[in-house]
Structure formats: structure tokens, C-alpha cells
């Protein structure tokens, strides 16, 4: 990250925090050995917070911040490379003060109030820091943008070509293994998170780890994944149908579709994503009274959170530096204690600069429709036998990646098609 961009940024933070006189350290975090004594250690990812500061990733890292010195008041702290760091991992020095200096740093600021972001344990004042340092970083600067066009453009890729290899008897486990080489083919440094692949009843597991289960014909096959780039990630979800959809399917593919596209539109700036939630749940269950799966007034099922049973997860959340960066709550704002909104990765006002997933989704997941509790409670609302005969079908969810402008949202991954062919 260049010289200009990383002190732009650094003067947001410090107009951002209004720390006063109180220092500010935001810790790397350090690897984390895997247990067999292998000289290993498990896939290393500095903090967030770490990361935002520093313009790059060193393991050990410490940003430093003194707010009395204004702008020349930031100092990045990097561990020593050992020799044997050298000879076995070929690493090189990172640029910054030696570490071993910090703490003459911090002798000459003792009696001043100093605060712990990134992977430190927490101190005084964190929490509220905390705060406002997750409401500035959710617009994104050009830096960012980029990086996170880049990784849509990779994800791109890998969902165009798993999408054309779906036939019956491929495994799950093969479509992951060809969408995530596609991905490092196309720029990617790794997956932004776990890739999902669901075929069946399967895809109506919200995390499911892809198996051996071979693609039957008629199954529903979905693929969530997305591609990081320089720590930035993409997230994207396509379902697709391994021959030719039945009419139910393609209602409910065509209903998660519209709301999608409804969703969309409706993400504006100043626009509460709460209730854009609760308006798509809305949509849900208009579809799914057309088809005959609910019964009564969409607005009411939605106000009893019928609608839980089908959609029983969050509307979307944010990126940026790893799937759900800067999600929460708007500063001061609650969490919403009703339990439909539990799975709610996100409560605040939209704002130009912020990028956000919308992924609505229609399940029919046996946990959920099999529960005696939920069946007499919505014993009205819902077409039983319906649901019954198709409980094994799967779910349906549709992804996409927004960038919210001052005018209609851009969709960074409106090149991925959604539509049923």
C-alpha cells in the first residue's frame, strides 16, 4: 500500500477515534503453533485492525499511535527475522521500528491512558474504541475497492466454471476442489472463507462442508464461495438444478431471485438494513403464499417470524478485510433482542463507500419443519403435507455483492448470471 494512502487512512482513524490524550496500540497477533510439535502453525492472519493501520500483514506487529504528535504520531513496531526464520521459511525483514523499541516508546508516554485494539486482550476504553473504529472502517477507501473488484473477478471465474461442469455423479468435493482452482488461477491468494457446496438435502445446510455425495439428477446444487484477495473477499451464492427444474424449484429459485433484486434496490443510503431485511422476509413469504407452502397475509407471517422457518438466517452482512468485516450494530445502537433477528449480521444505516452482501434464501430444512413445537405453533400457517413431500428437496439462496453509492447500488457481481436456464 503506498506512502499516500496509508497516511489518508491514518488520518481517518485520528479524526475518527477522538482519543485525547490516550495512546493507542493495535496488535498483529502472533501464529499459533498447530499441536504435533511439526514446526508448524496454523494459517496465519494478522487482525483486521492490525491490517487497516498498517497498510500490510507481520506477524508480531504492533502499531503504535500517539495522538499529542498529530500525524507523525504513528509508529509500526515489527518483530526481528531470525536466522532461522531465513534458512527455513526464506522470510524477510518488514519495514517499521524494531520491536525491542516499544517499550522505550511507551516508557516515555508512562501516566498516559493507553488503549488495545487488533489481537490484544482488551484494556479500558477498548470497547468504545473499538466502536468507532469498526464505524470508519466500513466505508471503503479506492484502495480497498480495488482489491475487493479484484477478488469479485476471481470468483467470477471460479462460479463460471462450476457451473459448467454440474452433472450427475460429480461429487461436491470435486466441484469445490475445480471452483477453488479456479479462483488461484484468476489472482487469488486463498478462499475468503469456507467453501460451501451443497447438493440436495444438502443444500439446505447454511455451512455445509462439501462431501463425497455424487450430484443425482433434479438435485438442487448450491455453491456458496468466494475468493480473497490481499486479505479482501469476495462472497457469492448461485444455486443451480442438475438437469431440468421441476416447477416448484423454479418457483422457489424465482421467488429468492425477486427478492434478491428487490433487496437490492431498496439499498440506498440511509436505508436501515433492518428493515430491509424484514421487508424481504416479507417477499419470502409472499412467494411461498403464491405457491401455496404458507397460507394468510405475508406482513402477518412475518410479524409471528413464520418466516424463520424457511429463512432462518440474516439478509447479508459486510466486507471488506474477511467475510463479515465491520458487520454490528451502528455506534450505541443495541442488538435486537427478538429472537427472529438473532442470526441479524447487521443493524445500522446504509452509506456511500460500504460493500455488502444481500443473500436471501428458501429452505426446507428438517430440523426446523420436523420440530413438534413449531409445527403447533404455526399449525395454521403452514401447508404441512406440502412441506412434507418436499422436506428433503434442499434450499435455495442467491448471492450477490453490492457497493452502496450515493444513488441505485452498483452490484460488483451482477456478471455472475442467476437465473435458472
Not at 412475518?302 to 439478509?315: I, K, M, N, S
Not at 466486507?319 to 450505541?332: F, K, N, Y
Request: glycine content about 10%; hydrophobic content about 40%.
Amino acid at each position: 500500500m503506498n506512502h499516500d494512502l496509508l497516511a489518508a487512512r491514518r488520518a481517518r482513524i485520528r479524526a475518527g477515534l477522538s482519543l485525547g490524550d490516550t495512546v493507542l496500540l493495535i496488535h498483529a497477533g502472533d501464529p499459533i503453533p498447530l499441536p504435533e510439535g511439526s514446526d508448524q502453525t496454523y494459517p496465519y492472519r494478522a487482525h483486521s485492525e492490525y491490517i487497516y493501520a498498517a497498510g500490510e500483514e507481520c506477524a508480531g506487529g504492533i502499531v503504535a499511535f500517539d495522538p499529542r504528535d498529530g500525524a507523525a504520531g504513528w509508529r509500526t513496531f515489527v518483530p526481528p527475522v531470525t536466522e532461522a526464520e531465513r534458512v527455513w521459511e526464506g522470510r524477510l525483514p518488514t519495514g517499521g521500528t524494531p520491536l525491542g523499541e516499544l517499550q522505550p516508546w511507551l516508557d516515555a508516554r508512562r501516566g498516559r491512558p493507553v488503549v488495545a485494539l487488533g489481537a490484544a486482550a482488551p484494556s479500558a476504553g477498548t470497547a468504545a474504541v473499538r466502536e468507532a473504529f469498526t464505524d470508519l472502517r466500513r466505508a471503503k477507501d479506492d484502495h480497498e475497492l480495488a482489491l475487493l473488484r479484484r477478488a469479485v473477478e476471481a470468483t467470477a471465474a471460479g462460479h463460471a466454471l462450476a457451473s459448467g461442469l454440474i452433472r450427475p455423479g460429480l461429487t461436491e468435493r470435486t466441484l469445490q476442489i475445480e471452483l477453488e482452482a479456479e479462483f488461484a488461477r484468476h489472482g487469488a491468494n486463498r478462499t475468503g472463507y469456507g467453501t460451501i457446496v451443497g447438493t440436495g438435502a444438502n443444500s439446505a445446510v447454511l455451512h455445509f462442508a462439501p462431501s463425497g455425495r455424487e450430484i443425482r439428477e433434479g438435485d438442487f446444487v448450491l455453491i456458496d464461495a468466494g475468493a480473497e484477495v490481499d486479505r479482501y473477499v469476495a462472497d457469492v451464492t448461485r444455486t443451480h438444478v442438475a438437469g431440468r427444474p421441476t416447477e416448484f424449484q423454479r418457483d422457489l429459485h424465482q421467488t429468492v431471485v425477486r427478492t434478491l433484486e428487490r433487496a437490492i434496490a431498496r439499498s440506498v443510503p440511509g436505508a436501515e438494513w433492518k428493515a430491509i431485511h424484514l421487508a424481504a422476509a416479507v417477499d419470502l413469504m409472499e412467494g411461498l403464499v403464491a405457491m401455496k407452502v404458507m397460507r394468510g397475509n405475508p406482513a402477518d407471517l412475518v410479524e409471528r417470524d413464520a418466516h424463520t422457518l424457511f429463512f432462518p438466517h440474516g439478509l447479508g452482512h459486510m466486507l471488506g478485510l474477511g467475510v463479515r468485516d465491520a458487520s454490528g450494530q451502528a455506534p450505541g445502537r443495541p442488538k435486537d433482542s427478538r429472537p427472529s433477528l438473532r442470526s441479524l449480521r447487521m443493524d445500522l444505516p446504509l452509506a456511500p463507500g460500504m460493500v455488502v452482501t444481500v443473500e436471501p434464501g428458501l429452505y426446507f430444512i428438517p430440523p426446523l419443519l420436523q420440530d413438534p413445537v413449531r409445527r403447533a405453533k404455526y399449525a395454521d400457517d403452514v401447508n404441512w403435507s406440502l412441506v412434507d413431500r418436499h422436506l428433503h428437496l434442499g434450499g435455495v439462496r442467491v448471492e450477490d455483492d453490492i457497493l452502496i453509492t450515493n444513488g441505485a447500488p452498483e452490484v460488483l457481481t451482477r456478471m455472475i448470471p442467476r437465473e435458472l436456464p
